[in-house]
Each structure stands twice: as C-alpha cells, then as structure tokens.
T-cell receptor
Framework: GAGVSQSPSNKVTEKGKDVELRCDPI?????LYWYRQSLGQGLEFLIY????????KSGLPSDRFSAERTGGSVSTLTIQRTQQEDSAVYLC?????????????FGPGTRLTVL | AQKITQTQPGMFVQEKEAVTLDCTYD???????LFWYKQPSSGEMIFLIY??????QNATEGRYSLNFQKARKSANLVISASQLGDSAMYFC?????????????FGQGTILTVHP
C-alpha cells in the first residue's frame, strides 16, 4: 500500500479482555515502531523492530503488553487483561534504515477504549 | 536520557503572518536528529522537517524552516505565511544515536490556531 495502515481504527473492549492491534508498514520499510498517544502522557514510545535484530522493548509499560512482527512485515501489538488506563490511540510507524534522514511515517492509529 | 520540551501549550497567529513554535532538547549523544510533525484534528502524524546534529545549515521545506541553535539546544519551527490549514497540533521530536533508525522522543506538543 501507499502508506502505513492500521486495524481496527476503533476498538472498544471491556476491562480484563485481551486485544490485538495490527499494523501494516510501508512496503520495503525495515523498521517498525509502536507509540501510544494519551491525554495525560502525550506520545510515548512502546517498542520497535529493525530487521532481524531483537526488538527494543524498553517502552512497554508492563508485561501485559507484547508485540511481534511476522516475516519482517506486519506487526501485532497485544494487550492482555486490558485496564482503563490502557485507553489511548496506538500509533504505528515505519521507516527505511538507510541514509541519514529516515523519517518515520505514521499510520492513522487505533483508538482503544477500555470500559 | 533524552528530553524534548515544548513550552507553548497553545499559539495563535493571524493568517499570512509568520509564527515560531519553540522546542528545546536535551541529550548527551553528539549524534542526533530533530523532527517536527504536524497532527491535524483528523489524527494523522505528518512529517514536516528534519535537522541533523551535524548539519551546518538550518533545514527548510517550503514554508517551514527550522531555527537550529545547537549551543542553546533549541530547534524552533518557523512557519511563514500561515494558512488556515496550518491549524493543528505540532510535535517536536528527537532521535539520538548514530544509527539511521531508532525511537523518537516527543515533546508535549503545541496547538496552533490560525485566525482569518
């Protein structure tokens, strides 16, 4: 596709349920990032993948959060036993990894609401 | 640790005037990149401009320019000839390290409102 796509665009779930958020990066982009945007915390880094290297998980807020990237392309962010404080917009981005600039291109986000 | 500070929660500007959005940063890494993104009410993050720490000249992209003052650790965004469509949230972000990939650290953002 032309840009980063994310699904679903909106997700409403009940506290305690698990959710999966999907990200399809731009074709050929080897780096993929997950961020979270919430009212109180702004934009926070969660995790990123670069090629076959071990992902940088340093931003994951708890062990309820995990992510995987299959085949170097699509990524899934999983939140287990959701809590109300998990409500936020989850943004995915991708970038090339050659050259100096490598701006990150963002998807439209998934708005997660935990009731 | 990296930190980005945007001290202006909101800014107002008259259409066709120029406006400066402030951004200061802190990092101990000598190699870093500074980015500005625009987020309209629709929610998408739009890349505007980039400045590398070793770049000798200030970056410019159309009506956007980045006033990079390395000694002051500031990277202010200047928008010339503001348009109504410039009304949005603007984020300053930084990536540290010598690799061409890596996480972005964002500031809290500045909401810009352009008046007709």
């Amino acid at each position: 596709g032309a840009g980063v796509s994310q699904s679903p665009s909106n997700k409403v779930t009940e506290k305690g349920k698990d959710v999966e958020l999907r990200c399809d990066p731009i074709s050929g982009h080897t780096a993929l990032y997950w961020y979270r945007q919430s009212l109180g915390q702004g934009l926070e880094f969660l995790i990123y993948f670069q090629g076959n290297s071990a992902p940088d998980k340093s931003g994951l807020p708890s062990d309820r959060f995990s992510a995987e990237r299959t085949g170097g392309s699509v990524s899934t962010l999983t939140i287990q036993r959701t809590q109300q404080e998990d409500s936020a917009v989850y943004l995915c981005a991708s970038s090339l990894t050659s050259g100096a600039l490598n701006e990150q291109f963002f998807g439209p986000g998934t708005r997660l609401t935990v009731l | 640790a990296q930190k980005i500070t945007q001290t202006q929660p909101g800014m107002f500007v008259q259409e066709k005037e120029a406006v400066t959005l402030d951004c200061t940063y802190d990092t101990s890494d000598p190699s870093y990149g500074l980015f500005w993104y625009k987020q309209p009410s629709s929610g998408e993050m739009i890349f505007l401009i980039y400045q590398g720490s070793y770049d000798q000249q200030n970056a410019t992209e159309g009506r956007y320019s980045l006033n990079f003052q390395k000694a002051r650790k500031s990277a202010n965004l200047v928008i010339s000839a503001s348009q109504l469509g410039d009304s949005a949230m603007y984020f300053c972000a930084m990536k540290s390290g010598g690799t061409s990939y890596g996480k972005l650290t964002f500031g809290q953002g500045t909401i810009l409102t352009v008046h007709p």
